[in-house]
């Protein structure tokens, strides 16, 4: 089993940035394919982004291209999430999660362990 622990969340203003942060341990780290997801409230979980287990393959949801970027550190077994240029409707809880087995995880089903969420609210 992986635990997962997110931080880095918090309130910015509009145009603004922030880095989210996902300590892992428990399974070998270089072995896991990361993604990073949003729940806003009332709405389903989403895949924002995604990256291989050895981090040469990312992808993303369209709303956030250009402005998020995934990114990974295997020896320090933490995966990131640095947000720029942030807007009213990236207002969610924010959760990493790891996906065992797989190159990289593109749909909610391939992810077996999850963090606890980090709340991120970007204020206009």
């Known amino acids: 089993q992986v635990q997962l622990v997110e931080s880095g969340g918090g309130l910015v203003q509009t145009g603004g940035s922030l880095r989210l942060s996902c300590a892992s341990s428990?399974?070998?780290?270089?072995?896991?394919?990361m993604g990073w997801f949003r729940q806003a409230p009332g709405k389903e979980r989403e895949l924002i982004a995604a990256i291989s287990s050895g981090g040469g393959s990312t992808s993303y949801k369209d709303s956030v291209k250009g402005r998020f970027t995934i990114s990974r550190d295997n020896a320090k077994t933490t995966v990131y999430l640095q947000m720029n240029s942030l807007k009213s409707e990236d207002t969610a809880v924010y959760y990493c999660?790891?996906?065992?087995?797989?190159?990289?995880?593109?749909?909610?089903?391939?992810?077996?362990?999850w963090g606890q969420g980090t709340q991120v609210t970007v204020s206009s």
């Open positions: 999660a790891a996906a065992s087995g797989r190159y990289m995880g593109t749909l909610l089903a391939h992810y077996d362990d």
């Open positions: 428990g399974r070998a780290f270089s072995t896991l394919a």
